[in-house]
């Protein structure tokens, strides 16, 4: 059994640093894919960034664009993302996928954690 399981959120001000985590058991780690999605109340779920089986490559939102860093370590099944300058803008829901292959769109993945909570005050 698959299981995805997101940690790293919680309360930050705008213009600060956050690091979300990502376990994954119940699969071959280094032979899929990975990303992180967000949902805002009220809005769609939306691609942030993802990162391919071997590190490489990396893909990021307009928004995430030089203010995040996804990376992961397959030695222990872990996938993170450094969260800097963020702006109040970036408060959501944040999911972590495993799948096929590295897309900013949600169908290239079979698995999801149940998501954290990330918030930033202004």
């Known amino acids: 059994q698959v299981q995805v399981v997101e940690s790293g959120g919680g309360l930050v001000q705008a213009g600060g640093s956050l690091r979300l985590s990502c376990t994954v058991s119940?699969?071959?780690?280094?032979?899929?894919?990975m990303a992180w999605f967000r949902q805002a109340p009220g809005q769609e779920r939306e691609g942030v960034a993802c990162?391919?089986?071997?590190?490489?490559?990396?893909l990021y939102s307009a928004s995430a664009t030089g203010r995040f860093t996804i990376s992961r370590d397959n030695a222990k099944n872990t996938m993170s993302l450094q969260m800097s300058s963020t702006e109040p803008e970036d408060t959501a829901m944040y999911y972590c996928a495993a799948g096929k292959y590295c897309s900013l769109n949600s169908r290239a993945y079979d698995n999801w954690g149940q998501g954290t909570q990330v918030t930033v005050s202004s």
């Open positions: 119940g699969l071959t780690f280094d032979a899929v894919a």
């Open positions: 990162i391919g089986r071997r590190g490489t490559p990396t």
